[in-house]
Each structure stands twice: as C-alpha cells, then as structure tokens.
C-alpha cells in the first residue's frame, strides 16, 4: 500500500531483515544537541515504520560497548568502538558499521548522525541492510538548498503542487506537523539549507525582515533546525528606500550600509543561525546594483558584510540579463549573459559572498548546455541551480523524471584540465580553492496531499538531494531506490522505475529536441506555442524560416560558444562535433542539413515529434497495467494526468509538425498525418 503522504519513507513491514533484530531492539544514543536527539527519535521512528516495534532507547552512557544495541553517536563520542580508520570526514559524513554483536551509526557531527540514520533505514527498506555493514560516506556538496518561490499570498510561483507550504493571505500559517514532516523529508536526502521565500520579493514579502514576521520565521526556522537545516531568507534589494525610506539602495552609500547592517543585527537577533540572504538583483524587473551604477560585487560585498559578523552568507543569483531586447537585433545573445556580467569580476567577490549560477545559459530549459562559468570561475565561490519544480518540464502534469538531465549535467566535461567534469569539480572551498560548492534547486512542493502534484515527481525531489549528496549516482540506480522505497518490491515500483526512465526521453523528443528552446506558451510554460516568444523582449529566439531554424553562436555568430574552453569551444563550434542533442542551440540549420542517422533535419524534427507522442502514449497504457495493483486514487490521480500528457503531447506533435510542414512545403517521408 502506497501512502503518498509519506514518499519514500513508507511505512511497510521488512521481511527477513538481514540485520538480526535483537540488536535493533535497544539503542544507545547521543544526546548533544537537538539534531542528536532528532537522529535518536528518526531512528525509533524508523524501526517502528519498517520492523513494527519501538526499540528501548538510553543514553549513551548507559551502553558499555559490551551491551548488545545500537549505539548511535558522533565520530567523537563514539571513539572507544570505532576503529581507527573512520578518521576525519567532511561535516554530513558518517560511519555505519557492526561491530562485534553491536551496530554503530557514528556522524562526523550531529548532522552526520541524522544522515547516518537515514541511510541505514533507507537500507533496510531496500532489504540492503547487510548484517555485516561497513559503510562510511560523505556529501561530495557542502551546500545542498532547496529554493522556495513561496509568496506571503499563499501563491508559489511556478509551483504545481498546491499553494504555499508556509504562507497564507500575507502572513506565515502553516501546520508545524507538515512542516516538520517536510524537514523529515528534506534531511532524509541531506538537506541542509533552504530560502523560504521567493527570490522575487515582492508585495508583503519585502516585510519578512521586519519585526512584524520575523517571530514567525524564526519559529519555522526552528523546525527545520532540528532537521540539521538552516534557513535563507530572500531580501529584495531595494529595500534601504523601499521599505527604510532612505533616498537610495545604492550599495557604496553609507546609510545603506548602515541600514542593512542594522537590519541584519535584527534578524539575526530573531534567527541567530540564518544562513543568510539569497539575492535576485538586477534581473526581470527586481532593483539592483546596476540602477546605481555599480557593479553586482559592490552590490553583494555590501551585504556580505552585514551579515559577516553573524556568520551569515550571502548567495547572489547571476541570472542577470537584458529583458527587454529588441527581436530585431540578431547581435545580442541573451545565452551570453550570465558570463559576460560575472567573468570579469571573477575574484572581487567577498569570502561570504556565493554566486549561484544557473545550470544552463538561458533558464531551465529541457536541454541547454551546462553554463560555461563552471569551470571557468577561479577566485569566486560558487553553486549550480537547479530546477525541480517542472516549470519547463510539464508542470508536474507531464511526468519527466529530472535526474535523467542531472546526470548529464553531473558529467558533462568542462574540459579545464583533467579531472573537469561538473562532479568531479565539487567540493569545499578553501582558501584559495573554489570548486562548486554545492547545489540550491527550486522545490516542487506544495500543499497538495502528495506534496508534489504527480505523484512520481516525488523522485525528482529525491533524485535530486541523492545524486548532489552523491554525483556519481546514476538516474537509473536513483530511479530505482526511490521506486523501491515508495512501492515496495512489487509490480507497481517495476513499473514506476521503468516509467520514470522513460520519460525524460520521450518528453524532450515531443517537445523541443536537439537544444530548441522556448518554443513554449508565453508566461505559462506549458504547451506549444511555436513563435510565442519569437517577437517578445525576452531575448529568446529560434528564428525558424522557410529554409533554416536556430541561432548560429560560434564566433562567427553570436561567439557564445568562445566562452567555453578551447576544447568544448572547438567541439560546440562545429556541427559534426556538437552534441545532436544541442545542435539548434549552436547553430543555425537549414532543414535539409544530414544528420547522424542519414535522415534531414526537418525530417529528425518529425521523427521525434512521432516518437515522442507514440511514446508518452505507451506510458500511459503501461500506468494503467496498475489498475488492480495500487490504491484507486493514486492509480487514478495518476492516470488522470498520463491522459492529460498524451493530450499535451499530440498539440505539441502536431503544432510542431504542422509549423514546419507549412514553412518548408516538405511532407513526412513515412507518410504520418500533418495537419495541413
Ligand atoms: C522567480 C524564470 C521564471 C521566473 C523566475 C525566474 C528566476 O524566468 O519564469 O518565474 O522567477 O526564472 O529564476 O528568477
């Protein structure tokens, strides 16, 4: 039985765990701190979920080491029962280990130990909880956030599943059990930050700072504190005269500096371990450094040393480009952006200062290249964003199964020397040394029952704290421990498993193969709409026409590609080189331009159009094999929106097939129906 409420923590009984129960039926645990004793109640939770009973729980004083339990601890007050190699581990790492009768989960610290328990039950729930364990892991990210785009209404933007988990008509109003439910959640998967309002503060959010919510934060922070999560607050830029009523925002003015170090005095008085702010400046209308003719390291430096004394950081978004380009204009490349403003002032950033950069060049689209500042950035600390909420991606309507891209991305080469690719490129900054520091991606939750609309866009949320704890994973390994974990080892998670790896496929072949972007519903973002954004502002074209389609960005063109180093610059730069799968984000094609498999472009484009919508039809005949399988109303909900896919699919087949067949006059040579 699938309880959706509860995603991959299900509660089910585990047959014939290899790990004999007595020892799993007194616990030794630490108690440290809040966090600790967290980690203590997970795990009688845990086992009662998974074995049906409740283990006697005392401290860890009480269990000599020759008392038969589990003794769960830090690295530290487990000392005398490790042996010495568990050494040093990076903070979140752990050890999980049997020793002699006894079973030892011992964290690096506090946090360690609660994904130390995590691990182990997820362990148990896969019936992969060996009764001779010896196991010791580490999160290659340090940072690892999920962004929230709540607003104070109650509305998400971009959200699928629901109105906001945490606000309601202008104010915090929230279930502290649901919440808590959530940080269970997160931290299961290794969470350990996350923004709790939109990077867009707008309306009543630009009041969050103020003393009229900051109770309110604070109290939510304090449940995701004992998770080992610590919150973001997203600050508007503008607020020194917005809602200080100072003459400017300007960053190098000392009243500003003097306001927002006293503004954060103040809310680090309410939450004295925030993490700091996440900054959307400079971008899609939101006030910036820009309007005062500085420059986005004056900008984040100021604010980094507000809140430098408190511990705090300061995430500064580099989604900064030109909305309001004119179509007319073919020399100004959007995809540009993000490196021409921030390249330059590699180094000017301040040691608290974090540049979150989104994955590709232009924003979350179905396939972009991996952005060419990864790599590239040397003296500036750094993170990828990511997009869980499936704002491009079918609206959680559509199932599109994310760490299919993920994994792509995680090994997509920078080509910076050896050892380049994004995964191998994480780490801990230190002095001198910037690698990426982790990851902050955009939830997909929200009230819904399920929390994430569709129900398998669970796997998004937890493919993606699995594979930036761990890069090496690959979507079908992660794809199939959260089939398992949600359903079990029946017909249903064969099913949901084999569902999920299809379906990234199958919906970038419907909808904008070979790198074409934005050939979306302008605003929405769901369904076809083939020149939608073509004479808009955004700075987002494809310009098809009667013999060609894409934007040629080698150095010839917009010399987007020359961004990239030498290497992948030269690979990009020529169409038998570039990857097919980015070909029309490269170059500009003509339609009867031969590609691998021998076939035209334009009749590529109508193959993967057919094939895409035949494919999303198969899925929904494969989901309906469950009928008498699950419970009727997650088979039903489920359905529901494969049969709202497959109606997705065949507008996006048959308007894309039309378009072109009306540009080029040219029929399928198979002979399929377009729509004249
Ligand atoms: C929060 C895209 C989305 C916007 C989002 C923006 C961003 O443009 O459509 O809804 O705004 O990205 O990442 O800031």
Redesign the pocket.
Known sequence: MLNEYHCWLQRRTVKNPALQAPVLQTVYAHSGGEVASQAAEEFRRGIERLLGFSPAMYPLSAGTGESVGVYLGTIATLEKQLPRAAGKLCAGGFVIKTAGKNLLIAGQDEAGLLYGVFRFLSLLAQGKAEDNIDLQEEPASPLRIINH?DNLDGTV??GYAGPSLFYRNGHFDYDPQRIEDYARLLASVGINRISIN???VRAEAKLLITEAYLTDAAALAAIFRRFGIRVFLSINFGAPWSLGKLPTADPLDPAVTTWWKERAALIYRYIPDLAGFLV?AD??G?PGPFQYGRTHADGANMLAQAVKPHGGEIIW?C?VYNCQQDWRDHSFDRARAAYDHFMPLDGAFDDNVILQI?FGPY??QVREPVSPLFGALRKTRHIM?L?ITQ?YTGHQIDLCYLPWLWEDIMRFDTAYGPDSRIKDLIGQHSEGRFPIEGFAA?ANTGLDRNWTGHTLAQANLYGYGRIIWNPALSAAEIAREWSVLSFGFGPAAHTAENLLLKSYPAYEKYNAPFGVCFMVTPGL?YGPNIEGYEYSRWGTYHRADAQAIGIDRRPAGTGYSDQYAAKNAALFADPASCPENLLLFFHRLRYDYIMKNGETLLQNIYDTHFEGYDEAAAMLEQWKGLKNVLETDVYQSVLSRFERQLANAREWRDQINTYFFRKTGIGDKRGRMIYE
């Open positions: 785009w933007e971009r939109n990077v867009n959307k971008s899609e939101e978004r989604f989104k924003d979350f964003e997009q704002e955009v973002h």
